[in-house]
Structure formats: structure tokens, C-alpha cells
């Protein structure tokens, strides 16, 4: 398989030739894409490629760097073996690095849409900087842990990050970049992965397949939850007898900066707080809440529906009420909530609301 970037902004057009792709891209000679490097001359006509097949022209082949791509396929490139240099590279087998010759690279993530530097969750990708600029590999994730994640998180500028499954992001028509490096280590708090250990794949024992490579999700906050509006449109009927509306309830909920807040993991419910009865001996403060219903997700709104559906006391009324929005994790302690911009007791403090949740929230827990 075989994936197609297509030309972003960032990319510029010259006037003899096809739009300039960054490095370790080749441009179509029709600007419809830049492809990978090593999608040139390989002999494949996937949609994926050029469409006007110049990727496996005589000039996407050439093995020089005059477009960028040197030693492609290993066959002769005119040099015949010499560089004039008779052997004798003035250096006498000390290149003053001491034997360390770790490459450096730079990388990017691949988020299923677009590679770059700017997204928080995706394949990593690795780009050799200092050989050859069109080498691209993907990482292993055979032992890689927390430290691979915060790493890898930290050089693209978050302060945490997890690891997620690489199929979040790759194509169906899978992803051609090979695997560079496997068993990947890094020391806590680094800040590069140039910093971390890895076996080059080449000298891998186990092998590694489509679905493996190492991919992450990144942010400032392992764990942040709102609800950044609650709107509630209610009315009397029966005469006044009863109340129909209903509520819309957006809840943000975000694991290492992923959007989860419609998962499954997530749920909302309704609530109404009420002047406790006069002789109630359950409630220190005053007040009660009363369960109205349980949100369900609606996509279109971005946001949890909630039914109204109640009767009404006498004395009662529409305005008498003050509706609750209780955000929760189903399988956790947290949740978050927000009142109804009209609640008829504002005088009543949040931390009286928090109280009141969680001594329900142990009940329930006990049940």
C-alpha cells in the first residue's frame, strides 16, 4: 500500500517546475501531489501515486541528487566507485566523532491525514538528517512504555503523553514507510527521541508488522474535564401542573489531549435541586437533588440530551426550578457539573452542590 500527501500551504511553486515538496517528498510534474520518496520508481500505478505516473518517469528515477534522492536503488550513479579521493579521505580513520556515529534525526507525527510537527497524536515518523533527507522510518513499538510516550510528547512541545494504537491512524491502504528501529528506550525526562536507546530493525530478532509502529496522544493535562455550557428550555402544562423541556448539556473530556467526551466512558444526567421537605431528617442543608434523567449523546448538537419530564408541587412553577448537569466518568470518581443559568437558588454555593453529589454518588456505589 501507499499513501498520497497532498500539497499543503506551506508548500511553494517555482515557474519552471512542479510544486516544491518538502524533504523526503517528490512532486508530481502535474502538482496534484507530493508522494514519498520511496513511492518513486517502483514500478506501481496505485491511486495513491502520481496520477499522471511521473513519479516512474526517467526523471523521478534518476540516482543523483539533482532532484533530491540520492542512491534510490543502488545501481550506478556515475561514480564508478570513485570519488577522487584514491581512497585517502585526509581524515586518517578519525572523523572526530569517537566512534559515535548515531544519526540524528528529525521527526513529525502522521495523524491519518497529514504529517507534521504542529499535531498532538499520531505515528511517529523519523527523518534521517544527516545522510540522506529522503530516508523515512516508523518506530517498533515492541517494549515501548510511559517514558517512550513522555519523550516523544515533550520534543514536540506537551508536557505528557500515552501510547495509543497505531491503527487509530493508518490508512487502510497502509502506511509505505519501513520500520527503522525497534525496542526503543528512553531515559525519564528526556526530550528527544534522539536521546533514547533502539535496536536498528535490520538487527531485530522479532519481526514487526503494519499496526506496530509506535503512535501517540499528547497534551498538557493526563486528564481534563468541563462542561462549558448547559441550556435548558422548560414549560408548564397540565395547567401548571407539570413541566415538559428539555436540556442540552456539553460536556469536554480529554485524556492526554484526545477527545473523548463522547466515548461510551462518558455519561451526563440531569438533575433539579429542591427545597428540602420540612420535615425531611435526610438533608443537614436544605436543599435535595432530584434525579430528572440520564443524557444521551447527540452527535449532531455536540452535546448530551437530557428529557424533561416532572410534576410540579404546589407553589411550583417553571421559574422555581434549578436544573443541574452532572458529568461523570461510568467507570471512575470524577465528574464535573454545572447549574442552569436560572436556577432559582443561586444562593445556594457550589461546594454545597459538590457535597450533595457525592454523598448520592456513594449511595449509589453502596447500591
Known amino acids: 500500500g501507499s499513501v498520497a500527501v497532498t500539497v499543503s500551504s506551506e508548500t511553494t511553486s517555482n515557474e519552471n517546475g512542479p510544486t516544491v515538496c518538502g524533504d523526503g517528498y517528490y512532486a508530481c510534474e502535474d502538482k496534484s501531489y507530493c508522494v514519498f520518496n520511496i513511492q518513486r520508481c517502483d514500478g506501481s500505478s496505485s491511486i495513491y501515486q502520481c496520477q499522471d505516473a511521473s513519479d516512474e518517469n526517467d526523471n523521478a528515477c534518476k540516482d543523483d541528487d539533482s532532484n533530491g534522492w540520492d542512491e534510490h536503488d543502488g545501481s550506478d550513479d556515475g561514480n564508478d566507485g570513485d570519488d577522487g579521493n584514491d581512497g585517502d579521505d585526509g581524515n586518517d580513520g578519525d572523523d572526530g566523532n569517537d566512534g559515535d556515529d548515531k544519526p540524528q534525526m528529525s521527526f513529525v507525527l502522521f495523524n491519518g491525514e497529514t504529517f507534521s510537527e504542529d499535531i498532538s497524536e499520531g505515528v511517529l515518523v523519523a527523518m534521517e538528517k544527516w545522510t540522506d533527507q529522503s530516508t523515512w522510518y516508523t518506530a517498533c513499538n515492541d517494549n515501548a512504555n510511559a517514558n517512550?510516550?513522555?519523550?516523544?510528547?515533550?520534543?514536540?512541545?506537551?508536557?505528557?503523553?500515552?501510547?495509543?494504537?497505531?491503527?487509530?491512524?493508518?490508512?487502510?491502504?497502509?502506511?509505505?514507510?519501513?520500520?527503522?528501529?525497534?525496542?526503543?528506550?528512553?531515559?525519564?525526562?528526556?526530550?528527544?527521541?534522539?536521546?533514547?536507546?533502539?535496536?536498528?530493525?535490520?538487527?531485530?530478532?522479532?519481526?514487526?508488522?503494519?499496526?506496530?509502529?509506535?503512535?501517540?496522544?499528547?497534551?498538557?493535562?493526563?486528564?481534563?474535564?468541563?462542561?462549558?455550557?448547559?441550556?435548558?428550555?422548560?414549560?408548564?402544562?397540565?395547567?401548571?401542573?407539570?413541566?415538559?423541556?428539555?436540556?442540552?448539556?456539553?460536556?469536554?473530556?480529554?485524556?492526554?489531549?484526545?477527545?473523548?467526551?463522547s466515548s461510551s466512558g462518558i455519561g451526563a444526567v440531569l438533575m433539579n435541586l429542591r427545597k428540602s421537605d420540612q420535615f425531611s431528617t435526610s438533608s443537614t442543608t436544605g436543599y435535595e437533588l432530584e434525579m430528572v434523567s440520564e443524557g444521551k449523546w447527540n452527535k449532531k448538537m455536540g452535546a448530551y440530551k437530557m428529557k424533561i419530564k416532572q410534576n410540579l408541587e404546589s407553589g411550583e412553577s417553571a421559574k422555581s426550578q434549578c436544573y443541574i448537569c452532572v458529568s461523570y466518568v461510568e467507570e471512575g470518581s470524577q465528574w464535573v457539573h454545572k447549574r442552569d443559568a436560572d436556577c432559582a437558588y443561586p444562593g445556594v454555593t457550589d461546594e454545597v452542590i459538590k457535597e450533595m453529589i457525592s454523598k448520592m454518588k456513594d449511595q449509589a456505589d453502596e447500591e
Request: charged share 20%; proline share 7%; hydrophobic share 40%.
Open 148 to 261: 517512550v510516550a513522555g519523550t516523544i510528547c515533550r520534543y514536540f512541545g506537551f508536557k505528557m503523553g500515552q501510547l495509543v494504537p497505531a491503527s487509530y491512524y493508518i490508512p487502510k491502504a497502509g502506511l509505505p514507510i519501513p520500520y527503522g528501529a525497534t525496542n526503543v528506550m528512553c531515559p525519564a525526562g528526556a526530550s528527544s527521541p534522539n536521546d533514547c536507546d533502539v535496536t536498528e530493525y535490520w538487527e531485530a530478532k522479532v519481526p514487526c508488522f503494519s499496526g506496530e509502529q509506535i503512535a501517540v496522544q499528547c497534551g498538557d493535562m493526563a486528564w481534563k474535564m468541563s462542561i462549558p455550557s448547559f441550556k435548558v428550555a422548560v414549560r408548564e402544562v397540565k395547567g401548571g401542573s407539570a413541566l415538559r423541556g428539555k436540556a442540552f448539556c456539553e460536556v469536554e473530556a480529554e485524556k492526554f489531549g484526545a477527545d473523548i467526551a
